[in-house]
């Protein structure tokens, strides 16, 4: 049995792969994670169910890597956050634009689905964040650092303090849709954040 | 047919109506939510499937109800924050304490589970702010309202953006298990926060 990994991007078996990873990606908006099943994704992906288990162990990877199509680089390489010297409007300019991003049912809904999972499975969140979350992580504190380093962030800020209270609120509202996620929030987020912080 | 409502809990199967949600609550906590079935909530209280049925609709409203009991007073009435005068020593006093429900499994099993409802389904999500959450908000505004009153907090802060900036950053760490949960954790939220909207 092969080995449960994606498959080596250099087989003949591109296409299918690309189909199955795009079958799944939209059959997760459309029906929502728990009634996705394989042979969903495998009928409109046009290919066998064993196709797909020849390369994913479960439902829940197929999504997975699905996802991790969607971010800009292989494993977030290259991700680098817009650094024009001002930090505030730096940041704004980026959480407005996750906002914006947690308002496209395209984008937000197969991450909802991913992150239904990975409140219940403790490894599956492990490799959400190995392979999702820190190279973006990695990507903010090197911004975060650089502000630093010019004098706008308090030279001993915590950097994970700095992100949780960035971020923390802008995903909860959005996973609870607890209340509204605009630029104003993004803009009053920033704000506050700078006021504790800042230099 | 009868209503699909919580039972009056004047009916003389009070027991059952107990036995039911303990049991719904227990094993929540031991199977998750998706292995859970009424079936074993029926066999582990003893009762049959459809006395379960007469009162709830489905598996999620026991889950909840069962999770409403785990709160104080029946819908949250008469949660009151500590007021010692000191409100940074209060909101530490506060956030400890959230942070060590979160550490307990048999707090956190079921809400996590209820958690991972309401991502999927926004009806649920509602009903859960508006008997869960609505009273504890209510009583967090009050402490942050006598703050304002006593100097501590700026009379123009935000109160639900504060609120966001102390809880969602340990909502999160909590439900994606994204980083240690620990005193540590609340104080610097506490902190961070007062920096942000301290007089």
Redesign the interface.
Same mark, same amino acid.
């Given at each position: 049995m092969a080995p449960h990994s994606a498959p080596d991007s250099s087989r003949r078996s591109e296409r299918s792969r690309v189909a199955i990873l795009t079958a799944a990606r939209e059959l997760v908006t459309e029906l929502?994670?728990?009634r996705l099943t394989i042979e969903a994704i495998a009928a409109r992906a046009g290919v066998g169910k064993q196709t797909i288990y020849r390369w994913w162990p479960s439902k829940g990877a197929v999504v997975f890597d699905s996802i991790l199509t969607l971010s800009e680089g292989p494993d977030g390489e290259g991700v680098e956050l817009p650094d024009t010297g001002d930090l505030e409007a730096d940041l704004k300019t980026v959480l407005r634009a996750t906002a914006a991003e947690f308002a496209d049912p395209a984008f937000e809904a197969p991450i #909802?689905?991913l992150?239904?999972e990975?409140?219940?499975d403790?490894a599956l969140?492990e490799t959400y #964040?190995e392979k999702l979350?820190r190279p973006m992580t990695e990507a903010k504190k090197r911004r975060l650092r650089s502000a630093k380093r010019a004098g706008q962030l308090a030279a001993d800020a *915590?950097l *994970? @303090?700095v992100l *949780? @209270?960035l971020y923390?609120?802008l995903?909860?509202?959005w @996973?609870? #849709?607890?209340?509204p996620l605009d630029e104003a929030?993004a803009d009053?987020?920033v704000e506050?954040?700078l #006021?504790?912080?800042g230099r």
């Open positions: 929502g994670y728990t #909802r689905a992150n239904t990975i409140i219940n403790p969140a #964040r979350e *915590d *994970d @303090l *949780d @209270l923390a609120p995903t909860q509202r @996973l609870l #849709r607890s209340g929030f009053a987020l506050a954040t #006021r504790a912080f």
